[in-house]
């Protein structure tokens, strides 16, 4: 075995991968009805910032951590409904309504702050992004593959999951056979939402603080996830197991490419061809 795959390295990638892998569940979602989320890296950033002004406001406690892991959650999933309303009420596409979003929440934050990062939080605050169990997986970790198993559950056993994929095969098609197609979508939406916040709960807490410029670009990195993974663009086929070896094998990817010493623009460089390739792919498929 290659020493970059040994299992502590695969333990590092898994952890390397948390952040992504929560957002990037709400994600597949959203591209199964045929739509996008541009929003996911801003709303990542104020969940973690509201998580972190709720701890530095109610103190150190069980109820404090109840309350802010909740408030930001929360948050996202309003961050979410919003976007959602709009695409379904005002017919808004969801690239504009996302993209004005990430725009408005990022600007949000950095006037809640000041552009000055919450710092001095307690060392409990880590819990969720550094805490290990068993000296050895991460809390982290455990709470993706807790989503990812809710997410394939959703899509595979309920109703709802049904709905996705009938809006993404065919929106008018759906309505007409009573598919409530709106509902479905603001709920997607809102379910993106809170899975960013998530997600921010989790860097938040790896970093100790509660900062408005992380998550910049992070959107393109959970879509590529998705991409990679499987799911089409167009909407209507893929999977979320497909999201996690996409997520997964971009992950080993660069471990390896970072073990073999490429800078981390080179692995850029990489990673634009891999994603074009997988588009193509879902393309040939489709045309056949």
Same mark, same amino acid.
């Given at each position: 075995?290659?020493?970059?795959? +040994?299992?502590?390295?695969?333990?590092?990638?898994?952890?390397?991968?948390?952040?992504?892998?929560?957002?990037?569940?709400?994600?597949?979602?959203?591209?199964?009805?045929?739509?996008?989320?541009?929003?996911?890296?801003?709303?990542?950033?104020?969940?973690?910032?509201?998580?972190?002004?709720?701890?530095?406001?109610?103190?150190?406690?069980?109820?404090?951590?109840?309350?802010?892991?909740?408030?930001?959650?929360?948050?996202?999933?309003?961050?979410?409904?919003?976007?959602?309303?709009?695409?379904?009420?005002? %017919? @808004? #596409? #969801?690239?504009?309504?996302?993209?004005?979003?990430?725009?408005?929440?990022?600007?949000?934050?950095?006037?809640?702050?000041?552009?000055?990062?919450?710092?001095?939080?307690?060392?409990?605050?880590?819990?969720?992004?550094?805490?290990?169990?068993?000296?050895?997986? #991460?809390?982290?970790?455990?709470?993706?593959?807790?989503?990812?198993?809710?997410?394939?559950?959703?899509?595979?056993?309920?109703?709802?999951?049904?709905?996705?994929?009938?809006?993404?095969?065919?929106?008018?098609?759906?309505?007409?056979?009573?598919? #409530?197609?709106?509902?479905?979508?603001?709920?997607?939406? +809102?379910?993106?939402?809170?899975?960013?916040?998530?997600?921010?709960?989790?860097?938040?807490?790896?970093?100790?603080?509660?900062?408005?410029?992380?998550? @910049?670009?992070?959107?393109?990195?959970?879509?590529?996830?998705?991409?990679?993974?499987?799911?089409?663009?167009?909407?209507?086929?893929?999977?979320?197991?497909?999201?996690?070896?996409?997520?997964?094998?971009?992950?080993?990817?660069?471990?390896?490419?970072?073990?073999?010493?490429?800078?981390?623009?080179? %692995? %850029?460089?990489?990673?634009?061809?891999?994603?074009?390739?997988?588009?193509?792919?879902?393309?040939?498929?489709?045309?056949?």
């Amino acid at each position: 075995m290659p020493p970059f795959l +040994s299992i502590d390295n695969l333990i590092l990638v898994l952890n390397q991968s948390a952040i992504y892998g929560v957002v990037s569940v709400g994600m597949t979602l959203v591209i199964l009805t045929g739509g996008i989320d541009l929003s996911v890296g801003s709303v990542l950033a104020f969940g973690g910032i509201v998580c972190a002004l709720i701890i530095r406001a109610a103190g150190d406690t069980w109820t404090a951590y109840a309350l802010a892991y909740s408030g930001a959650i929360l948050a996202g999933f309003a961050s979410g409904s919003f976007a959602g309303l709009f695409i379904t009420r005002f %017919q @808004i #596409p #969801p690239f504009i309504a996302t993209l004005a979003l990430m725009s408005s929440l990022r600007g949000l934050g950095y006037l809640m702050l000041g552009g000055t990062p919450v710092y001095n939080l307690p060392a409990s605050y880590t819990y969720m992004g550094r805490h290990l169990l068993g000296d050895r997986v #991460p809390v982290g970790v455990l709470v993706m593959l807790a989503v990812f198993a809710l997410g394939m559950l959703l899509l595979s056993t309920t109703r709802f999951g049904r709905h996705v994929y009938a809006i993404g095969g065919g929106e008018e098609a759906a309505r007409l056979s009573g598919v #409530p197609v709106d509902r479905v979508k603001w709920i997607v939406y +809102s379910i993106s939402g809170a899975l960013a916040a998530l997600g921010g709960i989790i860097l938040s807490s790896k970093m100790q603080s509660g900062d408005p410029a992380v998550g @910049i670009g992070d959107e393109l990195q959970v879509i590529a996830a998705v991409v990679v993974g499987g799911t089409s663009l167009s909407g209507g086929r893929g999977a979320i197991a497909g999201t996690l070896i996409g997520l997964l094998f971009i992950a080993v990817l660069t471990v390896g490419l970072t073990w073999i010493g490429m800078e981390s623009f080179g %692995q %850029q460089v990489i990673l634009g061809p891999v994603i074009l390739a997988a588009v193509l792919i879902d393309r040939l498929k489709r045309t056949r």
